[in-house]
Every structure is written in structure tokens, then in C-alpha cells.
């Protein structure tokens, strides 16, 4: 089972404040793979119950999972950054949007933990793309985890008819996460100001 979670040291890194560029892009690559794992593998339990376990030791439900896992994640993290960069233009005055340039960096790095060049470049071609249509000052408000919360419900390897049935809930439960990061998010950054 291990190898199918990210590589990280802790998750639940306790940031104090986001004080760098290096902060920001820390803290969207952290949460969005603790958003990732916590969905995704709570909805397989759920879903599965006792035989979770040797669901993960079959080689072709594993793969799927891995699939599974990435692809979610590279949708959660251009979620979390466009969140982060928008909030910050809008409320912090930030005028220096390195948006894309934090994305591919982190999307580069998780090359070296797996992540499979043809994604990587396909996500870096869609958040560049998605860059250019959104309204930095509004995108926060506007629900901008929708996509990610999509990529959960149509990335998760569970049989078609079943996952009809649960839309709804796996939709919230990601949202729900989603939201401890909002909140936290603007915990550390109310005294930061750009202008």
C-alpha cells in the first residue's frame, strides 16, 4: 500500500506563515496531495470495505488506482494554485503572478516521484489554457475546486453504476476538505500585504 501514497515527509506540516515563494508552492503541493489521498482512498474504503486490502494487492486494481491517484492530483493542484493566486490578487493586492511558473515547478518534481510524463505535460497545457480564461479577481469566490472535485468522482476505479450513486457525497467530502484548506490558507497569509 505504500507505494501507492505520496512520497512525502509528514502532510500535515504545520506551516506557521507562507512568507515565500517557496512557502506557496510547499504548501499547494502538500495539501493538494493530503486533499488527494484522503479522498481517493477514503472513497475506496468506503466503497470496499474489508476487501480493501486485497483490492490493492490485485496488480490491475492497483494500476488503476495509481492512474487513478496522478490524475486527480495534477487537477487539485491547478485547483489549489489558481485558488491561491487569485485570492492573493484580489485580497492582498499581489501584482507579480507566478502562478504558472509555481505549477510546473511542482508538476517537474513529481516527474522524479512517478508521475507520468504525458500527464504532466497534458496538465501544464490545460493550466495555461485555464490561466488565460479566468477573472483573477473572482476565481476564489466561484467555485474553484469544481474540477478537482470532477476529477475525484471520474478518476476513482469503481464500477460506473455504483459511482453514480455516491456523486453526490464524493463531491462533498472533497469540498469538505477543500474548505479546512481555504481557512487555513487565510489563517497564514491575513497579515501578508502586497501593496
Known amino acids: 500500500m505504500g507505494e501507492y501514497l505520496f512520497p512525502y515527509k509528514k502532510f500535515i506540516n504545520k506551516f506557521s506563515k507562507i512568507n515565500s515563494k517557496e512557502d506557496l508552492k510547499n504548501f499547494i503541493q502538500e495539501r493538494s496531495a493530503h486533499v488527494t489521498q484522503t479522498t481517493l482512498y477514503g ?29 486527480i492530483y495534477v487537477s487539485a493542484i491547478s485547483d489549489l494554485t489558481l485558488y491561491v493566486f487569485s485570492y492573493l490578487v484580489d485580497q492582498k493586492n499581489l501584482t507579480q503572478n507566478d502562478s504558472e511558473e509555481i505549477f510546473n515547478r511542482i508538476i ?11 500527464i504532466a505535460e497534458s496538465s501544464k497545457q490545460e ?21 478537482s472535485g470532477l476529477a475525484l468522482y471520474k478518476w476513482s476505479p469503481i464500477a460506473d453504476d455504483l459511482k ?32
Open 164 to 195: 453514480v450513486l455516491d456523486k453526490e457525497i464524493v463531491l462533498n467530502s472533497i469540498k469538505l476538505k477543500w474548505n479546512i484548506v481555504e481557512n487555513e490558507f487565510k489563517n497564514l497569509t491575513k497579515d501578508l500585504n502586497f501593496s
Open 43 to 71: 472513497y475506496l474504503k468506503t466503497r470496499i470495505g474489508t476487501r480493501f486490502v486485497a483490492m490493492v494487492e490485485d496488480e490491475k486494481f492497483s494500476e488503476s488506482m495509481n492512474i487513478a491517484k496522478w490524475n
Open 108 to 118: 517537474d518534481q513529481e516527474i522524479n516521484n512517478g508521475l507520468d510524463t504525458n
Open 127 to 147: 493550466f495555461s489554457l485555464r490561466m488565460k480564461s479566468i477573472d483573477w479577481h473572482k476565481f476564489y469566490l466561484e467555485d474553484p475546486f469544481k474540477n
